[in-house]
């Protein structure tokens, strides 16, 4: 089993920029593929952004590419999501995952999900 908890989210303006964290425990030993996912209300849940277990892999939704970053420390078993340029479309629940794969990017192929953080660009 993998606990993970998410942190870091919170209101900022539209343009201002968010720092989410994921901080894993359980069976950290063997290194899973991260990814962030969010939900925005009556929309159902989509890809963000996926790490591969020792980062040489990033992927992104073409909606936050060029504006998020998505990295990972295994040594202290965290993920990091960095926000910048925010919209207010980026407005949603955000998800922390770990997939049993190197990368993936399909919720399907997660077996391990955070409880979420809110995030809200609204000025």
């Known amino acids: 089993q993998v606990q993970l908890v998410e942190s870091g989210g919170g209101l900022v303006q539209p343009g201002g920029s968010l720092r989410l964290s994921c901080a894993a425990s359980g069976r950290t030993g063997s290194p899973y593929g991260m990814g962030w996912f969010r939900q925005a209300p009556g929309k159902e849940r989509e890809f963000v952004a996926a790490?591969?277990?020792?980062?040489?892999?990033?992927y992104y939704a073409d909606s936050v590419k060029g504006r998020f970053i998505i990295s990972r420390d295994n040594r202290k078993d965290t993920t990091s999501l960095q926000m910048n340029s925010l919209k207010p479309e980026d407005t949603a629940i955000y998800y922390c995952?770990?997939?049993?794969?190197?990368?993936?990017?399909?919720?399907?192929?997660?077996?391990?999900w955070g409880q979420g953080t809110q995030v809200t660009v609204s000025s």
């Open positions: 790490i591969s277990r020792f980062a040489g892999t990033t």
């Open positions: 995952a770990a997939a049993p794969l190197t990368i993936a990017r399909g919720a399907n192929e997660y077996d391990y």
